[in-house]
């Protein structure tokens, strides 16, 4: 097996930990609320603070990673967080589960720029779609297990108990990321020229490039992958966040109920995430950069709005799970290639660009989770907030019509497309 593959696949695991970590929350939030007798609006300020911990420490930890290289950056951040996952299940209030929580999304913010800027140091061009399409594939397999695993260890020992074992599995992952990776692929023994050569020349070097942000900032790219991850992580975050609790309030289900059918849009969804990452570099091949982003970008976006609005108008169990695992499978269709595109056209500054993207995204996951209690306590009902949630899924869709891959983010930089793509 190829080096870069096997790389692949610790960030694949870290994939899964990272989200199995947040989705245990969500998973346990029902009890823990009536446990620590919180409100809806003190529940989403609760998964509000994670959102705006991660959102600021974004850019800050994807410049360390383009900076001092992921192996150093993703140890620190897996560790940082998994204490803060066990710490999580020691709060007895609710302004520790604030601190807490927001120590923690401090703690693992950079993950995925962390992951982009491994990939851009260890994949060509044609291939990063699809590893970033199977690192966010996993982030679905990782909260579709979740609930499987946290269901058991809640009913049979509480809610904290889930947290210590969560914590526990990341600094595994953290000491085998440190001892086993290297930054760059000539650094690697074992490491063949053959494959070197096949990665090519990416941002491997060991000199940081800092992005000059007044540059970027002239670009209409840059603010139009900010916008359209914002408003993107409106209706993505709510799977992350509030499904579980909408499920069991808002739609009846009951604990078995959870452990049978809540698994399905993030099974679904890890489909569709691989299959929206070999299908933009197959389409890159065949039709070029521009549309070959675009297709699948918009596409995923406009059947994910579809399916989050036609959630408000059934009550059925099975109809609901149906309507939310289309939804997820839309958004993720979508989701590789947003961060391909922050690849195409940051190349070099591709860990400070995803931690800009992430950043923006991570303000749209805040004002959801927030919004999303206090619309649930003004009209007393589970369905209000997800008209909101589908009408900017839209706007992130048709943002896409304006997204161009092809133009670099700053002049020194250029998009590498395939060589087989057609001008």
């Avoid at 297709?295 to 609901?320: E, N, Q, R, Y």
């Avoid at 500054?349 to 306590?377: D, E, I, P, R, W």
Wanted: proline fraction near 4%; glycine fraction near 10%; hydrophobic fraction near 50%.
């Amino acid at each position: 097996m190829k080096h870069r593959y096997r790389v692949l696949i610790f960030l694949f695991f870290l994939s899964i930990i990272t989200f199995a970590d947040r989705v245990c929350l969500s998973v346990a939030g029902n009890d823990m609320q009536k446990s620590l007798n919180l409100s809806p609006q003190q529940w989403g300020w609760v998964l509000g603070t994670f959102a705006i911990a991660y959102g600021l420490f974004e850019i800050p930890t994807g410049i360390l990673a383009d900076k001092n290289g992921p192996r150093r950056v993703l140890t620190r951040i897996v560790v940082w967080w998994s204490i803060f996952t066990s710490l999580t299940g020691a709060v007895t209030s609710y302004g520790q589960l604030l601190i807490t929580r927001f120590l923690f999304g401090a703690g693992e913010a950079g993950a995925f720029p962390g992951c982009s800027a491994t990939v851009s140091r260890w994949f060509p061009a044609d291939e990063r779609a699809r590893a970033m399409g199977i690192v966010k594939m996993a982030r679905c397999i990782g909260t579709a297990a979740t609930p499987l695993l946290v269901i058991p260890l809640l009913v049979t020992w509480g809610w904290r108990s889930c947290f210590l074992v969560f914590g526990i599995v990341g600094i595994v992952w953290a000491v085998a990321w440190y001892w086993w990776f290297r930054d760059n692929p000539s650094e690697m023994n074992g490491v063949s020229a053959e494959e070197i050569a096949e990665i090519g020349s990416v941002s491997g070097g060991k000199t940081h490039h800092a992005l000059p942000w007044k540059k970027a900032m002239k670009r209409p790219n840059f603010w139009l992958i900010l916008v359209m991850y914002h408003t993107y992580c409106w209706g993505a975050y709510f799977y992350f966040s509030w499904l579980f609790v909408f499920l069991e309030n808002g739609r009846d289900f009951s604990k078995s109920d959870l452990f049978t059918l809540s698994w399905l849009p993030f099974a679904v969804g890890a489909f569709a995430n691989l299959l929206g990452g070999f299908t933009s570099d197959t389409l890159v091949k065949r039709i070029g950069l521009k549309w070959g982003r675009r297709l699948v970008g918009l596409c995923g976006m406009g059947i994910s709005a579809l399916f989050l609005g036609a959630t408000m108008f059934t009550d059925d169990k099975v109809w609901t799970i149906v309507f939310l695992a289309l939804g997820f499978a839309g958004s993720d269709f979508m989701l590789p290639v947003a961060w391909a595109v922050c690849l195409d056209i940051g190349n070099k500054y591709a860990g400070a660009l995803t931690g800009a993207m992430n950043m923006a995204g991570q303000a749209g996951s805040f004002l959801t989770s927030v919004v999303f209690g206090y619309l649930v306590q003004a009209y007393g009902t589970y369905n209000a907030p997800l008209l909101p949630m589908a009408i900017l899924t839209g706007v992130s869709a048709l943002l896409w019509l304006k997204i161009d891959p092809t133009k670099p983010l700053v002049s020194e930089v250029t998009a590498e497309a395939p060589r087989s793509a057609p001008a």
